[in-house]
């Protein structure tokens, strides 16, 4: 057998051959008939399997970065909801009755997975940050040493100044143009997540960003309805491939069998 013109690849009962095939015409030379077939036909369950293997794995990665853009959608859904009807574009959601890090959080960690650039920007409003944080206690106690979450906690309910110095330095470390991440472990400088939510967030930005993720998740919709049809029509050639398969064999076995009455009936 030659090999394919202009270097295409081969094909072999409508599936496509690679180069680590295990079937090759020169193996197939002085094999009787049956041997060939089930050869040839073997050789294409393989390549099917590997394709629908491939295929599942693309399927999950997508259930996966959909199942991300919903908890990204509910989220900011969530905090749009903090802002009364008729809110002005630039109203920020510190603002608008309390952020959240936690909130902050689960929306950038879920939006840096799905790959998603939420398109938020900030401004120099920072020095409010601890003060406008619904879970400040909270977030102090989780990610910070026992002394410096009290003095955080102290400047926030009576003003005491070393809890203000290090607020002013925790906040050098959340500022920038990117929304932040809580740290995965105490001490850990803070992740930055581009285009992420921030406490500073304004509602026009809000709007915009829901819009976006939603028609992320519509094109991730319609990519999953794609790749599913696509393992369906794989699956089915699998099949068929089995079936054609076991009735080869079946009819080699009944015509071995009529062959073998007739030797003894003679």
Request: glycine share 10%; hydrophobic share 35%.
């Amino acid at each position: 057998m030659s090999g394919p013109v202009g270097g295409s690849q081969p094909v072999l009962g409508g599936v496509g051959l690679e180069s680590s095939s295990g079937v090759r015409g020169a193996d197939l030379v002085g094999a009787d008939q049956e041997t060939a077939m089930l050869s040839v036909q073997g050789e294409r369950s393989r390549l099917l399997d590997k394709q629908i293997e491939t295929q599942i794995q693309e399927l999950r990665a997508l259930n996966r970065r959909l199942e991300l853009l919903n908890t990204v959608q509910a989220g900011l859904k969530a905090v749009q909801a903090q802002f009364k009807a008729g809110a002005k574009y630039d109203k920020e959601w510190h603002d608008a009755g309390g952020w959240s890090f936690r909130r902050a959080d689960e929306i950038n960690r879920a939006a840096a997975e799905a790959g998603l650039n939420l398109g938020f920007s900030s401004d120099s409003n920072t020095w409010r940050l601890f003060g406008h944080m619904s879970d400040m206690k909270e977030f102090a106690n989780a990610y910070l040493p026992p002394d410096q979450a009290r003095q955080l906690a102290k400047w926030r309910d009576d003003g005491d100044l070393r809890g203000h110095f290090l607020a002013g330095a925790l906040v050098k470390q959340m500022a920038g143009s990117d929304g932040f991440m809580t740290p995965d472990y105490p001490g850990q400088t803070l992740n930055r997540c581009p285009g992420g939510i921030r406490y500073d967030s304004d509602y026009g930005e809000l709007r915009q960003a829901v819009q976006r993720v939603q028609g992320a998740i519509d094109e991730a919709s319609n990519q999953q309805q794609d790749q599913m049809l696509r393992l369906q029509a794989l699956t089915n050639r699998r099949n068929e491939s089995a079936d054609m398969l076991s009735n080869y064999i079946r009819k080699m076995q009944d015509s071995k069998m009529a062959i073998s009455e007739k030797i003894r009936g003679t």
